[in-house]
């Protein structure tokens, strides 16, 4: 299994970017995708998710309003859409795989997010 995430960069604050995540070598559809940051110095937190059908997201309060979550079950991938970024969002963004049902998750190599003020 394999989890490529891609997106990140440089920018200023104000501005937007989009993260992807593919998966590949999942052997089940009904799975959670989720996307994680952790800044330097600092835990991994949770940052939004989506569910297998992409009926129900879910946010943290730090990005509600600003990040979207999408999700295309015919390609595996979940997109992280990003607006009016802050220099708090500068963290690396990870997804995971939540997979529920007693299975493993899995992680992706993560992705540099830096947001200058």
């Known amino acids: 299994v394999q989890l490529q995430a891609s997106g990140g960069g440089l920018v200023q604050a104000g501005d937007s970017l989009r993260l992807s995540c593919t998966a590949s070598?999942?052997?089940?559809?009904?799975?959670?995708m989720t996307w994680f940051r952790q800044a330097p110095g600092k835990e991994r937190v949770f940052v939004s998710g989506?569910?297998?059908?992409?009926?129900?997201?879910s946010y943290t309060d730090a990005v509600r309003g600003r990040f979207t979550i999408s999700r295309d079950k015919s390609k595996n991938t979940v997109t992280l859409q990003m607006n009016s970024l802050k220099p708090e969002d500068t963290a690396v963004y990870y997804c995971?795989?939540?997979?529920?049902?007693?299975?493993?998750?899995?992680w992706g190599q993560g992705t540099q997010v830096t947001v200058s003020s």
């Open positions: 995971k795989v939540v997979a529920g049902w007693g299975r493993r998750d899995y």
């Open positions: 070598g999942l052997t089940f559809s009904d799975y959670t």
């Open positions: 989506v569910n297998w059908d992409g009926s129900f997201t």
